[in-house]
C-alpha cells in the first residue's frame, strides 16, 4: 500500500488532454513538493516534473504539473503515442523521514 | 553527460547479502549540490526508494529497510555501494541508482532525483 495513491490506469486518444492524479496527505504532499517521473517500458524512470511545476529542459510544454493542498496532478496535453508509458509522483514524507512514491498510473494512448 | 552505472551479482540466495554498486562518469560524485541514493522496484510493481548517501558519508534510509540496510561512498572511485542483508524473494527487484540534486547546499529532502541509472535486476533463489 503506498503512501500517495495514484489511479493504476488512465487513457486518451491522440491530440487529447489527459491527467492523472496524485492524492496524498499532510505530512507529505500537504508540505512538501511534488515531483514526477515517467518511466517507458523497460526503462529506468526519468524525471519530468520537479518542485510542483517545473520541467527539466527538453520535456515538452505538453506535460505540466500542479498542487493543491495534499494532492497533486500530472496533465498531458496533446497525448502521443510515444507518452504510453508508467507515471510515478514522489515526495518527502515528514512523518516517515523518507521518500515515497505513488504505486504509479499506467498510461495507455488508444 | 552524467552517467550512472549499477552493477554486481544478478542472483543472491536467501538469507545471504545482496552488494551492489554504482559507478558514476561524467561527473564528481563530490558536490555539495548532490546526494547519490538507491531505489528498488520489484516486477510488476511500483518504485520503493532504499536510501541515500552524502559525499561526506552522511546517510539517510528508508525505515523500513534501515536494519538491513548499509550504503556507503568511494570518493575516490566515485562510487557508491548498498548492501542488504538477509534477502529473501520480496528484495528480488530492478535496482537503481540516483543522483538527487540541489541548487545549493540544503536540507536532505530539497535534493529530487533527477538523473537515474538504467538499473540492474537482482533476483533472490536458492
Known amino acids: 500500500q503506498s503512501v500517495l495513491t495514484q489511479p493504476p490506469s488512465a487513457s486518451g486518444t491522440p491530440g487529447q488532454r489527459v491527467t492523472i492524479s496524485c492524492s496524498g496527505s499532510s505530512p507529505n504532499i500537504g508540505v512538501n513538493y511534488v515531483y514526477w517521473y515517467q518511466q517507458l517500458p523497460g526503462t529506468a524512470p526519468k524525471l519530468l516534473i520537479y518542485t510542483n511545476n517545473q520541467r527539466p529542459s527538453g520535456v515538452p510544454d505538453r506535460f505540466s504539473g500542479s498542487k493543491s493542498g495534499p494532492s497533486a496532478s500530472l496533465a498531458i496535453s496533446g497525448l502521443r503515442s510515444e507518452d504510453e508509458a508508467d507515471y510515478y509522483c514522489?515526495?518527502?514524507?515528514?512523518?516517515?523521514?523518507?521518500?515515497?512514491f505513488g504505486g504509479g498510473t499506467k498510461l495507455t494512448v488508444l | 553527460q552524467l552517467q550512472l552505472q549499477e552493477w554486481g551479482p544478478g542472483l543472491v540466495k536467501p538469507s545471504e547479502t545482496l552488494s551492489l554498486t554504482c559507478t558514476v562518469s561524467g561527473g564528481s560524485i563530490s558536490s555539495s549540490s548532490y546526494y547519490w541514493g538507491w531505489i528498488r522496484q520489484p516486477p510488476g510493481k511500483g518504485l520503493e526508494w532504499i536510501g541515500s548517501i552524502y559525499y561526506s558519508g552522511s546517510t539517510y534510509y528508508n525505515s523500513s529497510l534501515k536494519s538491513r540496510v548499509t550504503i556507503s561512498v568511494d570518493t575516490s572511485k566515485n562510487q557508491i555501494s548498498l548492501k542488504l542483508s538477509s534477502v529473501t524473494d520480496a528484495d528480488t527487484a530492478v535496482y537503481y541508482c540516483?543522483?538527487?540534486?540541489?541548487?545549493?547546499?540544503?536540507?536532505?529532502?530539497?535534493?529530487?532525483?533527477?538523473?537515474w541509472g538504467k538499473g540492474t535486476t537482482v533476483t533472490v533463489s536458492s
Open positions: 514522489a515526495t518527502w514524507d515528514d512523518s516517515l523521514s523518507g521518500w515515497v
Open positions: 540516483a543522483r538527487h540534486y540541489a541548487e545549493r547546499e540544503t536540507v536532505f529532502y530539497a535534493y529530487y532525483m533527477d538523473v
